[in-house]
T-cell receptor, first 116, second 111 residues
Framework: AQKVTQAQTEISVVEKEDVTLDCVYETRDTTYYLFWYKQPPSGELVFLIR??????QNEISGRYSWNFQKSTSSFNFTITASQVVDSAVYFCALSEETNTGNQFYFGTGTSLTVIP | DAGVTQSPTHLIKTRGQQVTLRCSPI?????VSWYQQVLGQGPQFIFQYYEKEERGRGNFPDRFSARQFPNYSSELNVNALLLGDSALYLC??????????FGSGTRLTVV
């Protein structure tokens, strides 16, 4: 069963607009971790944020903010006042804690294009 | 400090051939994981190694194998290449089992 769903395949916004990327996850574990990664055309996955299942505090980092809601199994990501440099593919990922190590379950990604 | 380095960056192989991809983790990191990212999809977990032992394996055929060396670097081997193996192969390293840093990947094209 798919564990991470990013329903938005592609989003285009005009520069300076706000944009929210949606992420819905599925897990039976009580301890898990959620991540957002950015993937520019170069291919490298750039870490943006990690949140554990016991920490539902929303977080703001500059123009980025994250809304974690366990009740709806969602971990949404908002970019405020978007810039052209924000254009990239964004991945939400889930990692479950196991005794044999961990693996990431990635969503299919949301391609964001910021139009100047 | 150097990040996660992968080599080669690009590779073209013919169906049926074998390929070896290499990964050097961040200094001090003991865990290495491999992911396959097919165009337009999210990365899929292939292997995880921690302290030179396999700690996890994804749903990939036995044609895929990996190992981790005493210096914590790692190799991913793929035998009998298929067209469907064409993808970006990402390596990630971590000091413990969480908090991974990804490399820029090796783009493999099978023709």
């Amino acid at each position: 069963a798919q564990k991470v769903t990013q329903a938005q395949t592609e989003i285009s916004v005009v520069e300076k607009e706000d944009v929210t990327l949606d992420c819905v996850y599925e897990t039976r574990d009580t301890t898990y971790y959620l991540f957002w990664y950015k993937q520019p055309p170069s291919g490298e996955l750039v870490f943006l944020i990690r949140r554990n299942s016991f920490d539902e505090q929303n977080e703001i980092s500059g123009r980025y903010s994250w809304n974690f809601q366990k009740s709806t199994s969602s971990f949404n990501f908002t970019i405020t006042a978007s810039q052209v440099v924000d254009s990239a593919v964004y991945f939400c990922a889930l990692s479950e804690e196991t005794n044999t190590g961990n693996q990431f379950y990635f969503g299919t990604g949301t391609s964001l294009t910021v139009i100047p | 400090d150097a990040g996660v380095t992968q080599s080669p960056t690009h590779l073209i192989k013919t169906r049926g051939q074998q390929v070896t991809l290499r990964c050097s983790p961040i200094s001090g990191h003991k865990s290495v994981s491999w992911y396959q990212q097919v165009l337009g999809q999210g990365p899929q977990f292939i292997f995880q190694y921690y302290e030179k032992e396999e700690r996890g394996r994804g749903n990939f055929p036995d044609r895929f194998s990996a190992r981790q060396f005493p210096n914590y670097s790692s190799e991913l081997n793929v035998n009998a290449l298929l067209l469907g193996d064409s993808a970006l192969y990402l390596c990630a390293s971590s000091f413990k089992l969480f908090g991974y840093t990804f490399g820029s990947g090796t783009r493999l094209t099978v023709v």
